[in-house]
């Protein structure tokens, strides 16, 4: 009985140990909570399927994060399936988890060139018919989401990397003032809600960033609800430099607006070379983008931070392998869910 015993607190210790030797291994604890080092908010992308099939991936978006965008299920495609079918089921899901988890919900996106729904693609029409077109896809979604989604990203990269404005459908069948009656009918819906413009590219273009302020802030001017700018970040640990990330920012508080960093990452493989594993030196370098990122931002007036989104959870589940086909690692966690040093840095430094 006594050597079972033992036996059984042997086994205990030896379980004990492996874990405190983990604990030791793993670069840092994910017990601090990232949204908790922040006086801002701080998001991720969510995917429902992530969320019911890998724990580790439902756990960190739960527990680390107080604010959500969802990668693609609030896209045209996904809500307005056809011309007088919209589709509310899983974006009414994650509306809910929200709510349950206390997490602010970001929309995104209401009108852009991209996963938008054949029909869409498709439709014929006059200007006029194009606007009400438009309008019923804006006024339907944000008013069945009002008091759920605090704000939405009403235009997406609607400008070209010249400063010519991009020649879409909406462009093409509405005229440039496609983008202005956007805002408008998106704060009929929800005049509570926050309206962005959403673009990539904004810090590293200077000729893309100013044909962007440049139209927010003559739009402003005639009184059109434009909120903020939504600053996309998808980078490279090597570019944009710092200063021209914080020089990008001030240009746009100064100019009023709010900023959101809406898709935050940070690749590290910038000329797409096999990487099987992520070099260390590479990860030291993100962990300090990273850092500077989350730095900057904190340092504009509150009054203009909307918070920083992360585009992903692990590395594993980065748009960035498959849309570009390469090998990364530009977010916080590790392919198997373990913080990687640019998570370890944010909680320790901020
Ligand atoms: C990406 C998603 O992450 C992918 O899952 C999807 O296949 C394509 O779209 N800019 C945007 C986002 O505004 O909507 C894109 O998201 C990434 C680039």
Known sequence: ???????????????????????????????????????????????????????????????QFNSVTAENIMKPNALHPTRNVFDWEEADQLAS????????????????????????????????????????????????????????????????EDGTM???????????????????????????????YNDYNIVLNPIKRKAILDLCIQLKAKGVPIHGIGIQMHI??????NNDISKAMDEIWNQDFIIHISELDVSI???????????????DIQAEKYLYIFKAYDRIPNAYKFGITIWGVGDRDTWIRYSSNRDDYPLLFDDEYQPKKAFCTLISEL
């Open 97 to 160: 988890f929200c709510q349950a988890s206390n997490k602010r919900l970001h929309g995104h996106t209401l009108i852009w060139h991209k996963q938008l729904p054949p029909w869409m693609y498709a439709f014929q029409g006059t200007k006029s018919e194009w606007e009400e077109m438009m309008r019923d896809h804006i006024f339907r979604i944000v008013d069945h989401f009002k008091g759920k989604v605090t704000s939405w990203d009403v235009i997406n990269e609607a400008f070209e």
């Open 236 to 241: 490279f640990n090597g570019f944009p430099e």
């Open 269 to 283: 493989n910038v000329n797409g070379t096999e990487m099987p594993v992520a070099p260390e030196k590479d990860l």
């Open 1 to 63: 009985m006594i050597k079972k015993n033992i036996i059984f607190y042997i086994g205990i210790c030896i379980l004990l140990f492996n874990s405190c030797t983990k604990e030791q291994l793993s670069s840092c604890s994910t017990n601090k909570r990232l949204a908790d080092c922040l006086d801002f908010y701080c998001g991720n992308v969510v995917d429902l399927d992530r969320m019911d099939s890998i724990p580790e991936y439902a756990s960190i978006v739960t527990e």
């Open 166 to 196: 991009r020649n879409t459908i909406w462009l093409k069948n509405i005229g440039p003032s496609y983008i202005e009656k956007a805002f408008q009918y998106a704060h009929e819906a929800d005049p509570d809600a926050i309206l962005f």
